[in-house]
């Protein structure tokens, strides 16, 4: 076999021992060489495994911690919203509780204190409420005298409730049907006297006013009139629907 040119001069220029020692030296050198590539490049990427570990850990870390600050601010937020609803509560009932007050102490003013109201007979408190059964309502009223020298006041208390039935006009009068069955109501007194009558509409009637008018009598003797009149969604005390307890 016929060796190349240049081999042939390396080889009898070196000898073939030393030209072999070379060649085996040359291939010593690529393997070391190779394999301290290999290390590099595994120390290489284990140290880029490392660090995108850290990373991801770090992420998760970063991602746990605000996922724990966004649950504790809908915490606050909660407690926060049930505070502000609480507070409105109170309000509300610290605003009836004075609007109550207010009731009362001019009712008491009109009674013992007349003087800082106007003279004479005067209708106060007026409430209907639904009863149990259909078209059944309750009328709640308070009749008293504004008088600063009190006496005995009496007469008939007339009560006319005006709606609509069948798309006309209607008037009902006490005495009329399951209206007040009873007529008028009859009242006498000093300081003041309460009315407490239940009452049945016609199926259908829609009540829009309820007009309240009086002779007034001291003894025997006409003092003068009274009329009034109020509508009826004013004074129409409806029952809570249901769930609104709750809400």
């Known amino acids: 076999m016929k060796l190349p040119l240049q081999r042939a001069e390396l080889i009898q220029k070196w000898g073939l021992y030393r030209f072999t020692m070379a060649c085996v030296a040359g291939l010593l050198f690529m393997l070391v060489t190779g394999y301290q590539l ?127 039935l069948g798309g006309k006009p209607q008037e009902i009068k006490a005495g009329e049907g399951g209206f007040l069955p009873n007529g008028n109501i009859k009242w006498g007194f000093k300081f003041f006297q309460t009315v407490d009558e239940e009452f049945t509409l016609p199926a259908g009637f829609i009540p829009e006013q309820i007009v309240f008018s009086t002779e007034v009598f001291q003894w025997k003797s006409k003092r003068g009139e009274y009329i009034n009149s109020v509508n009826w969604i004013d004074v129409y005390d409806s029952p809570p629907e249901e769930g609104s307890l709750d809400s």
């Not at 601010?73 to 509780?97: D, G, I, P, T």
């Not at 609007?99 to 013992?112: D, G, H, I, N, P």
């Not at 059944?136 to 006041?153: F, I, S």
Request: glycine content about 4%; hydrophobic content about 40%.
């Open 38 to 164: 290999a290390q590099f490049q595994q120390q290489n990427e284990e140290k880029v495994a490392l660090s995108e570990k850290q990373t991801r850990q770090y992420l998760e870390d970063e991602n746990a911690a605000l996922r724990k600050q966004v649950a504790a601010l809908q915490v606050e937020s909660v407690m926060a919203a049930s505070s502000v609803s609480s507070y409105k509560k109170m309000l509300e009932a610290r605003e009836q509780q004075g609007r109550s007050l207010e009731e009362q102490l001019s009712f008491y003013q009109r009674v013992v204190a007349p003087e800082v109201t106007q003279d004479g007979f005067f209708i106060d408190g007026i409430q209907v409420s639904p009863l149990a059964s259909d078209n059944r309502y309750r009328l709640k009223a308070v009749l008293l005298q504004q008088n600063e020298n009190k006496a005995m006041l009496k007469g008939e208390l007339a009560v006319l409730i005006k709606g609509s």
